[in-house]
Antibody, heavy 121, light 108 residues
């Protein structure tokens, strides 16, 4: 069974940095694009970033472009989200999720349990 | 970017009721539409992919339909464990703004 486990969240001051990790198990990690999705307290789901299987292609939401960097270590079955210049509006639960593909369609499954990032002084 | 709009934002229904949630895309997306369920305090879970395909393990009371710009998620007989927020997500265009704003379903 595919599983994802996030870690690295916590309290950080505005302007600070944090690196999130997402460990994968139960599937061939290199075959899948991985995404980060966040959810501010009491709000909806917002896509943040994605990376392809070999790490050669990345994409970001406009709100985090230039501040966040997604990467992966396929030897460790782990995807990362390096978050710099953090702002109060980055406060959210950050979910790691796998993009599953079938006949040109794709969807997110499974999702990790999420890790909370709080940006506050 | 493709904008996704769900309605209603929330609803309250009784156990056994038929519940329908709609999702509208700002442009045609064929059947590139997925539905997720998020129970309180938990991570989202996939319910439906490609507009109408039921994900493995999801109860058959859940169904999806639609194509183009208008989509529907139906719960044929609402159960207590269906109390959750439901999100649609388009996978046709860029992932930015791909989720609807969510529909909260409460049990009366």
């Amino acid at each position: 069974e595919a599983q994802l486990v996030e870690s690295g969240g916590g309290l950080v001051q505005p302007g600070g940095s944090l690196r999130l990790s997402c460990g994968a198990s139960g599937f061939t990690f290199t075959n899948y694009w991985m995404h980060w999705v966040r959810q501010a307290p009491g709000k909806g789901l917002v896509w943040v970033s994605r990376i392809n299987g070999d790490g050669s292609s990345t994409r970001y939401a406009d709100s985090v472009k230039g501040r966040f960097t997604i990467s992966r270590d396929n030897a460790k079955n782990t995807v990362y989200l390096q978050m710099n210049s953090l702002r109060a509006e980055d406060t959210a639960i950050y979910y790691c999720t796998r993009a599953e593909y079938q006949e040109l369609h794709d969807w997110f499954d499974p999702w990790g349990q999420g890790t909370l990032v709080t940006v506050s002084s | 970017d493709i904008q996704m709009t769900q309605s209603p934002s929330s609803l309250s229904a009784s156990v056994g009721d038929r519940v329908t949630i709609t999702c509208r895309a700002s442009q045609r997306i064929s059947n590139y539409l997925n539905w997720y369920q998020q129970q309180p305090g938990k991570a989202p879970k996939l319910l439906i992919y490609a507009a109408s395909s039921l994900h493995s393990g999801v109860p058959s009371r859940f169904s999806g339909s639609g194509s183009g710009t208008d989509f529907t998620l139906t719960i044929s007989s609402l159960q207590p464990e269906d109390s959750a927020t439901y999100y649609c997500q388009q996978s046709h265009g860029t992932p930015q703004d791909s989720f609807g704003q969510g529909t909260k379903v409460e049990i009366k």
